[in-house]
């Protein structure tokens, strides 16, 4: 099994692994990239259905087993590596459907890396389920860098919870499966993209606190300057960044102000 750090429940529940592989859209001129595939719950269906699949497994008994229950398949490439580590431009182009029940423990950080990969066309993918809440959060308490970082990449959408009893071993939270599209186009510049982030990292740094004070004082800008940047896009000056929209943000960001670091 794998290494419990990684927090990996084996999907069980064959009746999940068909919504997700449905949610997914593959026919059979599809690539399939599927991360962690554990077991095979989810490779065996997605299988039935691909033109191509490649699955990332760091475990080396478990891509071994997954090896020897599917011999000489040549529509299945099975790659024992941790996908954190692994080139993704050692892949050919695609483009690609991705599938994972991700890891909990860095199921955070193997999306990061997706959005940051131009050669895939739409996700859908198992964690848990207050990662998907802020993932797909407009606004509010479950809204923050996630759901910003997300937003500005991909489109998401919320597709059903998961029982616990749908896992071995049962998981002591809840789960849930969310779809990514990728956005076509970027919606801002790289220069734009950087400053961007620093934006939104200033602004959630103290959630309490209002976001104009963290802004001026995380980006060298004068309070005046940026009350008065506000009230140009008529943002409420006592605004925390949970209340301010993405949209917002991205005119923030969109030559407002100077990029330098």
């Known amino acids: 099994m794998r290494k ?31 991360i962690g595939p554990g077991k095979g719950s989810l490779t065996f269906e997605i299988l039935k259905r691909a033109k191509k699949t490649v699955v990332v497994e760091k475990d080396d008994r478990l891509a071994a087993k997954l090896e020897k229950s599917t011999p000489g398949l040549s529509r299945l490439e099975i790659l024992n590596k941790d996908f954190l580590d692994f080139d993704l431009s050692s892949l050919e182009r695609g483009p690609f459907i991705v ?107 103290q959630r309490r606190k209002m976001a104009l004070g963290l802004m001026a004082e995380n980006l060298g800008l004068s309070r005046s300057e940026m009350e008065r940047r506000f009230a140009d896009l008529k943002i409420n000056p006592k605004s925390r960044a949970e209340d301010i929209a993405p949209e917002i943000y991205l005119k923030l960001s969109r030559g407002y102000f100077v990029t330098s670091p």
């Open 99 to 205: 599938l994972s029940n991700l890891p909990y423990a860095i199921g955070t950080a193997i999306l990061q890396k997706l959005l940051d990969w131009p050669f895939w066309t739409r996700g859908v993918f198992m964690l848990q389920k207050e990662v998907a809440e802020r993932l797909v959060a407009a606004q509010g308490t479950d809204y923050g860098i996630l759901s910003l970082s997300v937003f500005l990449r991909a489109e998401a959408e919320f597709l059903f919870e998961v029982p616990s009893h749908s896992f071995s071993p049962e998981p002591k939270v809840s789960s849930a499966v969310v779809r990514l599209i990728p956005r076509e186009n970027s919606l801002l510049q790289k220069s734009e993209e950087a400053f961007f982030y620093r934006l939104v990292k200033a602004a959630f740094s």
């Open 4 to 34: 419990p750090k990684l927090g990996q429940h084996f999907l069980t529940d064959l009746s999940v692994s068909l919504k997700i592989v449905e949610a997914a859209k593959i026919d059979s001129s599809s690539s399939v990239l599927e």
